[in-house]
């Protein structure tokens, strides 16, 4: 697609974060944007080389703070779509704080969470969403606490979105990160991304043989909040879809009077802003 940048991936052969990538390019094209409307932040790990191998504005930034720049873009360009990529240790451990606000700011931007519940790029430390027996080299005996659920953290911080799709599933993903670009507000979306180097649990077999889809449940209607919540609190089985989206969401920007674009250094402030930074340093 016209997203994908000349750069070479340098993710290991057969690692979910191509499907994941694939899925939110193929979701951009999709809903009519474009390289030049679209703003990619990432934060640090495999994940968060996304923004390279995408051809759009981007920033590659800090561990954990990929939302709040996020929030920062959209409130200057709320024309802009905002594409926020992380993975599980970046998202929802360093930046779990970021990502309580974020969702309950109900910030108009989509944020796709590469979730391989492991440490990837510093070579497979037991994660957020790690299983609690999973044994790693820094946790011989497994983590020994229960994984965070991305999902209820989502819902108890009062997310207009909630989503779970599987980078494999290349068709479903898209449509399904299409849908959370299409939400107004803050578009959670939490994908299954194998790690073939390090995970040898959560693998593309697992998810294949344990997702269940919502689309095949005809009675789960995402509109219902009790129903998201049964569907998320499940403990015995892992699902892919829509699980919640308020239909009268208001996003962050439209709630404040955003509507313009703040860019523009605005009339009495200094002509070059970058003089007021020199000054203070
Ligand atoms: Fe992907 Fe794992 Fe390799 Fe990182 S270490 S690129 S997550 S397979």
Redesign the pocket.
């Known amino acids: 697609t016209d997203f994908k940048s000349d750069k070479q991936p340098?993710?290991?052969p057969?690692?979910?974060?191509f499907g994941t990538m694939n899925g939110m390019m193929k979701a951009l094209a999709n809903t009519g944007n474009d390289p030049d409307n679209t703003f990619v932040v990432a934060g640090i790990?495999?994940?968060g080389k996304i923004g390279t191998y995408m051809h759009s504005y981007a920033l590659h930034g800090v561990h954990g703070r990929a939302l709040p720049v996020g929030t920062g873009v959209k409130m200057a360009r709320p024309d802009i779509e905002v594409m926020v990529a992380g993975?599980d240790g970046d998202g929802y451990s360093i930046g779990a704080g970021h990502f309580v606000h974020a969702v309950r700011r109900n910030v108009d931007m989509t944020y796709c969470v590469?979730d391989?519940r492991?440490y990837?790029?510093t070579?497979?430390q037991a994660s957020p969403t790690s299983r609690s027996d999973f044994e790693t080299s820094t946790t011989p005996e497994g983590p020994k606490q229960p994984p965070v659920n991305p999902l209820a953290l989502a819902l108890a911080s009062g997310a207009s979105f909630i989503a779970q799709s599987f980078s494999s599933d290349a068709m479903r993903h898209a449509e399904i990160v299409q849908k959370a670009i299409e939400h107004d507000g803050f578009g959670f979306v939490n994908v299954f991304?194998?790690?073939?180097?390090?995970?040898d649990v959560d693998t593309y077999d697992y998810f294949r043989d344990s997702l269940v889809d919502l689309q095949e449940d005809e009675d789960h209607d995402p509109t219902d909040y009790e129903a998201a919540k049964e569907v998320i609190l499940d403990a015995d089985k892992e699902y892919q879809g829509v699980m919640y989206q308020d239909e009268n969401s208001v996003p962050y920007h439209e709630q404040h009077g955003v509507t313009e674009d703040m860019s523009e250094i605005p009339d009495g402030a200094p002509e070059d802003a970058m003089d007021l930074v020199r000054e203070f340093y």
């Open positions: 340098t993710w290991c057969g690692c979910g974060d790990g495999c994940s993975g590469m391989n492991i990837g790029l070579k497979g991304s194998p790690c073939v180097t390090f995970n």
